[in-house]
């Protein structure tokens, strides 16, 4: 199901040459992560640089969790809390250890909770959403996130082409100028001539 969801949202926010589908990020290690977002590296066009996006949800926890709050025994949530985070940190660490590899990836990744109601939960936990974005290097996103998160890339991948095309405009406009001035030269000799 995340998985599922988090191909739509890559689907509808990138183009498919700013992402791919199980991609080994990490050299000398077999673990394919779901998907990784294309970054530019440092104007190296041949090697990318990935972004790993892993979906995540630990569904018994969270199930358990949602199941306790409806019950309102306290002493179930507390432990069931406890339960939540250690599964959410357990994926944090888990996609840092398989998924990231500077500088064939980006510092960090990416952890999609298909739910909002799952990602507010990672809210709600105190400190969570911080620990695994400091310790583990991590962000937690949730589908509206994550949308806000491609957009904002999607956004710097269309200045970036701007701004490649633009060098290439001023290449061509600096060649164009040399010629001309060819060009200005070769008129000179030929008014010479017929004078």
Do not use: C
């Not at 992402?19 to 294309?38: L, P």
């Not at 066009?45 to 892993?54: G, I, Q, S, T, Y």
């Not at 010629?179 to 004078?195: A, D, N």
């Amino acid at each position: 199901m995340g998985e599922y969801q988090l191909a739509n949202l890559l689907e509808d926010l990138l183009t498919n040459e700013q992402y791919e589908k199980n991609v080994k990020t990490k050299s000398g290690s077999g673990a394919i992560v779901e998907f990784a977002i294309k970054l530019p590296n440092n104007n190296n066009e041949e090697k990318a640089l990935w972004l790993p996006v892993d979906s995540k949800f630990p569904k018994e926890d969270y199930e358990a969790l949602v199941d306790a709050y409806d019950e309102g025994n306290a002493e179930k949530i507390d432990v069931l809390k406890k339960s939540f985070r250690a599964a959410i940190i357990k994926n944090a660490k888990d996609i840092k250890e398989k998924y990231i590899d500077p500088p064939n990836t980006t510092e960090y990744g990416i952890m999609f909770l298909p739910f909002e109601s799952l990602y507010a939960e990672v809210l709600r936990t105190p400190g969570l959403f911080e620990q695994v974005q400091k310790e583990y290097k991590i962000t937690i996103t949730g589908p509206t996130t994550l949308s806000a998160l491609l957009s904002s890339l999607q956004m710097g991948f269309r200045t970036l082409a701007i701004e490649k095309r633009s060098s290439e405009v001023w290449d061509l406009l600096g060649v164009v100028k040399t010629e001309f001035s060819k060009f200005g030269t070769v008129l000179e000799k030929t008014r010479k001539k017929l004078q």
